[in-house]
């Protein structure tokens, strides 16, 4: 059964791949691709001859390909093609797929601003905590919530360095002690991602130099990866807060993580926290 379903599963891809590559050859004009028009054209868009001159490959063997026949493919071809065929990076990634390859690593961009979108998001998310970082743990948006929830201040600019040596959050952080090695597993699995990214070593490094607890679990080497964690909080004015954690990346800024708080089920963390957001004073502007 399992090998039926494989069959299938191969069959339906070719037949993808085939559609898909007619219709993105059908949108390029010739114009586009630096070419000149060759007089009236009974379909739109590139030949199939052209496209396989322009990707540097042969005529029967793109034929073959947008035929959907079961042909090797390396990711240097796919590369050429998805050039000629204009293709944007999602469409790239969908070709490599179709193609039996796995998708080519999209590179992280440097810290950037949230999107309109996803800054209405995370204000919205208030009174629940949220905020957006970059890979290297940098923030790069901050809701309210967030600030009085964990005690972050205009000094806190990196969650990583705010864990280990912001007190005031050390202090809030129930599980501090329990938590720090995961944070430190996480950083270092997410330097491998970028191994030619040095300012992981650096923010390591400048971290070990101030935090004892930080530069002992570096020299561990431990690497691990969390899409969900369980944060509490005991919380001065409100109490204990528990809540659960969730990272969502951010597509069109690779290497951003959105972090969104929900207030844990059965417990009343959503009417403290709520509570609180409303006390006078707890919010104060800070720099944008």
Known sequence: MASGDSSVSRDSRRIELREFLRSRRARVSPADVGMPAGGRRRTPGLRREEVAVL???????????????DIKVSEEVLDAIARVLLLDVAEHAH?????????????????????PEVQRLLDSWSPRPGYVRDRHRNFTA????????FGYGDDDHNCLVSF????????????????????????????ARYPDDGEFERIAADLAA???????????????????????????????????????????????????????????????????????????????
Request: net charge negative; glycine share 6%.
């Open 142 to 149: 901050v809701n309210d919530a967030a600030r009085v929830v």
């Open 95 to 115: 070709l490599y797929r179709l193609a039996g390859l796995n998708a080519p690593e999209i590179s992280a961009r440097p810290s950037v601003a949230p999107s």
């Open 164 to 191: 280990f040596t912001n007190a005031r959050y050390r202090v809030l952080h129930r599980h501090w002690a329990e938590t720090a090695a995961d944070v430190a597993a996480a950083f270092r699995a997410d330097g």
């Open 210 to 288: 101030v935090s004892p607890e930080f530069a002992e679990l570096w020299e561990r080497h431990d690497a691990a990866e969390h899409t969900h964690a369980v944060k509490a909080v005991d919380h001065p004015e409100a109490g204990t807060l528990v809540f659960d954690a969730t990272l969502l990346p951010l597509p069109e800024h690779p290497g951003h993580h959105l972090i969104l708080h929900n207030p844990r089920p059965g417990t009343d963390t959503q009417l403290r926290v709520e509570a609180l957001m409303r006390q006078p004073g707890l919010v104060v502007p800070h720099p944008g």
């Open 55 to 69: 990707a540097g490959v042969g005529v029967s063997w793109y034929t073959w390909l947008e035929q959907g026949r």
